[in-house]
């Protein structure tokens, strides 16, 4: 399996894959156009779009990492490249991309690179959550000379993935789920991430 991802995920993708602001420049002139990224462009996916825009915006300055995380950080000596597959409307790519690029950036080691989702579906049917789901986002860690497949993480921390199942199992309409959702997010400030990958970058490296 390892060789039909390492095959799959080789260096062409990473090439033609967007920087953190190369995609982000990518929303911001779809919207001017109407539009967001993959084949729906109806009113409710351009809302969404458009508020993940001002979201990551707001996240991206309000972002403060834990002096262990920096600590951390400082003492990698693996380069790595963070492959994220992702959509501008997704609400968990919203949350989680600024902090995971936030993160990346403190170490020279370390290079993210950004593909929609709905392009690269060969590459995302390999990273399936519980084996069915496309769930977005995705981020798989690669070594940044063999390409080799590290490890990878998402769509969500587990904490917001636990709460997600639990309003799932209760049928709730789609805007109660991500009022909730997002409402976590809110209260726990990019902390359960940072966690995470402080544990993630011993395994990985």
Not at 10 to 21: C, G, L
Not at 82 to 98: K, R, S
Not at 128 to 148: A, H, Y
């Amino acid at each position: 399996m390892t060789e039909v991802k390492v095959t799959i995920i080789n260096r062409s993708v990473i090439e033609n894959a967007y920087t953190y602001d190369e995609y982000r420049e990518l929303i911001n002139e779809l919207l001017l156009k109407g539009r967001t990224t993959g084949e729906n462009h109806s009113e409710a996916m351009i809302h969404y779009t458009n508020m993940n825009s001002h979201r990551m915006r707001r996240i991206d300055k309000r972002i403060e990492l834990m002096d262990s995380l920096n600590e951390r950080l400082d003492r990698v000596n693996r380069n790595m490249i963070w492959l994220v597959l992702t959509e501008a409307w997704c609400g968990d790519a919203a949350q989680n991309l600024p902090i995971i690029q936030k993160i990346a950036e403190h170490s020279p080691k370390i290079q993210t690179r950004y593909i929609l989702r709905d392009e690269n579906l060969e590459i995302m049917d390999l990273f399936l959550t519980n084996g069915r789901s496309r769930s977005i986002p995705k981020l798989i860690c690669l070594d940044s000379q063999t390409l080799e497949i590290l490890g990878h993480w998402g769509p969500r921390p587990a904490g917001a993935d636990q709460l997600y199942n639990e309003l799932s199992q209760q049928e709730l309409p789609y805007q109660e789920v991500s009022e909730k959702l997002h409402k976590w997010y809110a209260d726990d400030k990019t902390k359960s991430v940072q966690s995470e990958f402080l544990g993630l970058l011993d395994v990985w490296e």
